[in-house]
């Protein structure tokens, strides 16, 4: 179908992920499906639509950018062990600054995990993502692709800044502060623990699927 699938996919995309977070749909959706039911809801559209999108890519007209070097593939590989560490540290963590957290009254500002870092682990790890596979992908279709994924997630942090520090007002500069200012020490320790070697395993899972699921092997 090529250009056609591709462009479809793409606005899909997009719409799949601003509409069913933007009122008035949202609170409609929460009072059907309930809090848990719309995040399930909302995460199996997400990961559809994001695999149909990768699929069109792939099945869109090769138009050649810049030539494939395996240093390229080096780069991939070294960027996403990081990428699967933040994920499972991030996921289901109390996060006040964004739409995602899990349980957002127990945030401890004084332990804030990996939030010590960055506000928005969930997004920085969608950016480094992008960004790495936009260097290993030099067609046209994958580079609009990575790039579109790159720059959703940069201006991503940027709106969810600004628009929670809307919502929570004074709180949000207390709890930035406070974050900025706790010391660099997981929430706890055997659940970092536990956690990295989730993010380990996820690495390994991620190198071995990748043949099957995307047809390529991220190994040469």
């Known amino acids: 179908m090529g250009w056609g699938e591709y462009a479809a996919a793409v606005v899909v995309f997009f719409l799949t992920h601003s509409a069913p977070v933007r009122p008035p749909l949202r609170p409609w959706l929460v009072a059907r499906l309930g809090g848990a039911g719309f995040g399930l809801a909302y995460s199996a559209l997400s990961l559809g639509v994001l695999a149909w999108l990768i699929g069109a890519a792939g099945r869109a007209p090769y138009v050649p950018l810049w030539p494939w070097a395996p240093w390229q593939n080096h780069l991939a590989l070294a960027v996403m062990l990081p990428v699967c560490l933040i994920l499972a540290l991030a996921v289901a963590r109390p996060n006040p600054f964004s739409f995602g957290g899990a349980r957002n009254d127990r945030f401890d500002p004084a332990r804030p995990g990996i939030l010590r870092a960055t506000r928005h682990p969930l997004l920085l790890a969608l950016a480094l993502w992008a960004a790495a596979h936009l260097v290993a992908n030099g067609d046209l279709a994958h580079a609009l692709l ?75």
């Not at 994924?149 to 520090?165: K, Q």
């Not at 190198?207 to 040469?220: A, I, M, N, R, T």
Request: proline share 7%.
């Open 146 to 220: 990575f790039g579109i994924f790159a720059a959703f997630a940069g201006l991503g942090m940027r709106l969810v800044d600004r628009r929670r520090r809307r919502e929570m007002g004074a709180r949000w500069d207390r709890l930035d502060a406070a974050r900025r200012a706790a010391r660099p020490v997981p929430m706890t320790w055997p659940g970092a623990a536990a956690r990295v070697a989730a993010g380990g395993a996820l690495y390994a899972a991620l190198l071995w699927l990748h043949p099957w699921l995307f047809g390529v092997s991220p190994l040469g």
